[in-house]
């Protein structure tokens, strides 16, 4: 079990620029999210992945933001057009598919994203 | 709506003292309740759980939390505090409807030598 690992750790872009990060989830897990926090907040849920399938999306994930888990493994969020107010840090977490909301979600290390 | 809340924003407790960090919450059906603490620029670490069963759930690095359903309240306990759980802990509720977490504002412990 090498646990979550999510890459880049950190990132630096321009305003407008396009950022892709990548999350490996835990080798057996089915289940994939991704969570925003921003400084003094606790992390908000963007999205999630049973497998390969898209399952929700949260309000607060604009049309600017994708994300993709082909073939159930990896994961990728896409931002395009970067904004300033996209400066926060990108968390992964997964879970196995055993007890539905009693599953504990493991969190990679994050992602920092701050824009210029 | 499924929420938590932590009503401090800081604790500063002496080394060797018991430590307490408050987490109310609001649900609806049965609560899927958690701890995770975050070290500086790292990511969360699972720290406990109540799922059901015993009110006193025990987790990692001798922290517990005791369970109470007619406050509504989940605070995470450790007997004695160390230096190095100096941090930032976040209650969280599993509300979502495809099981996300749902995240107090978090806290942040300080423990004094």
């Known amino acids: 079990d090498t646990g979550v690992s999510q890459d880049p750790r950190h990132k630096i872009t321009k305003r407008g620029q396009n950022v892709t990060f990548r999350c490996d989830p835990i080798s057996e897990h089915n289940r994939l999210y991704w969570y925003r926090q921003t400084l003094g907040q606790g992390p908000e849920f963007l999205t999630y992945f049973q497998n390969e399938a898209q399952l929700e999306k949260s309000r607060l994930l604009s049309d600017r933001f994708s994300a993709e888990r082909p073939k159930g493994s990896f994961s990728t969020l896409e931002i395009q057009r970067t904004e300033q107010g996209d400066s926060a840090m990108y968390l992964c977490?997964?879970?196995?598919?055993?007890?539905?909301?009693?599953?504990?979600?493991?969190f990679g290390p994050g992602t920092r994203l701050t824009v210029l | 709506a499924q929420s938590v809340a932590q009503p401090e924003d800081q604790v500063n407790v002496a080394e060797g003292n018991p430590l307490t960090v408050k987490c109310t919450y609001s649900?609806?059906?049965?609560?899927?309740l958690f701890w995770y603490v975050q070290y500086p620029n790292r990511g969360l670490q699972f720290l406990l759980k109540y799922i059901t069963g015993d009110n006193l759930v025990k987790g990692s690095y001798g922290f517990e939390a005791e369970f109470n359903k007619s406050q509504t309240s989940f605070h995470l306990k450790k007997p004695s505090a160390l230096v190095s759980d100096s941090a930032l802990y976040f209650c969280a509720v599993n509300g979502g409807s495809q099981g996300n977490l749902i995240f107090g504002k978090g806290t942040k412990l300080s423990v004094k030598p």
């Open positions: 977490a997964s879970s196995q598919d055993r007890a539905y909301q009693a599953d504990t979600q493991y």
């Open positions: 649900v609806s059906g049965n609560p899927y």
